[in-house]
């Protein structure tokens, strides 16, 4: 038992390494053993946690706190594995209708999956100054190793992949506001059951928060002596 699990990390640790690397071995690893969509669950996981960890302030500010805080974590890593479920079926769709090619679904989305692994970096957005900055680099990283997924997989080039990337893009903003949004409903009503929050909560309003908080006043109020 305890010799499976350390084995099971062992290989959630080399398959975020090597997307991380944009390793060829890591796709190699994907397509041949379809017991490995264990260990992309496992990535997928953690980049919803960490992705929700580096919005805490919205959560806090939202006012979830103990226990609902853990399960929020929880729920959003499981909400991240769904929608990458979807976002790797539009790329299979939409690399079949481009490039003919033979691919099965599962190996598709184990592959799309591995392009989560920079956001497991997520909680880094917490970093005063520099992290929205280092957010948009965790996604632009995201976004390199999916249309190097989309090129080893149906054998294109670079523009074949992108244009792929860029129909899929197309197909789930089509989707989500379409037949998506009862989708997305049932989904913001389990969120806040788990939650009690709507997450209403933007950066505004921490902005309006801070200047409205005593210890703000007393900064200000220092200033001007």
């Not at 079926?89 to 003919?100: H, V």
């Amino acid at each position: 038992m305890l010799e499976n699990i350390s084995l099971y990390f062992e290989y959630l640790w080399k398959g975020i390494i090597y997307a991380l690397q944009l390793n060829p071995s890591a796709y190699e690893f994907v397509i041949t053993y379809p017991q490995s969509k264990w260990v992309v669950f496992g990535i997928i996981f953690l980049a919803g946690v960490a992705t929700l960890l580096g919005q805490s302030v919205v959560l806090f500010l939202n006012r979830v706190r103990g226990g609902r805080f853990f399960f929020s974590l929880v729920v959003n890593g499981l909400m991240f594995i769904i929608s990458y479920f979807v976002w790797g079926a539009i790329i299979y769709i939409a690399g079949r209708f481009l490039f003919q090619e033979n691919v099965t679904f599962g190996s598709m989305f184990r592959l799309v999956g591995l392009s989560t692994a920079p956001l497991i970096f997520g909680f880094f957005i917490l970093i005063p100054w520099m992290g929205p900055f280092l957010g948009k680099v965790l996604n632009v990283w995201s976004f390199l190793i999916l249309i190097n997924v989309v090129q080893f997989q149906f054998e294109s080039g670079f523009w074949g992949a992108l244009l792929c990337v860029g129909l899929g893009w197309l197909l789930m903003n089509l989707l989500s506001n379409t037949i998506g949004k009862p989708i997305i409903a049932v989904r913001n009503r389990i969120w806040r059951r788990v939650t009690g929050s709507s997450m209403d909560a933007t950066a505004q309003d921490i902005l309006i928060q801070f200047s409205t908080d005593k210890g703000a006043s007393t900064m200000v109020e220092g200033g001007k002596q």
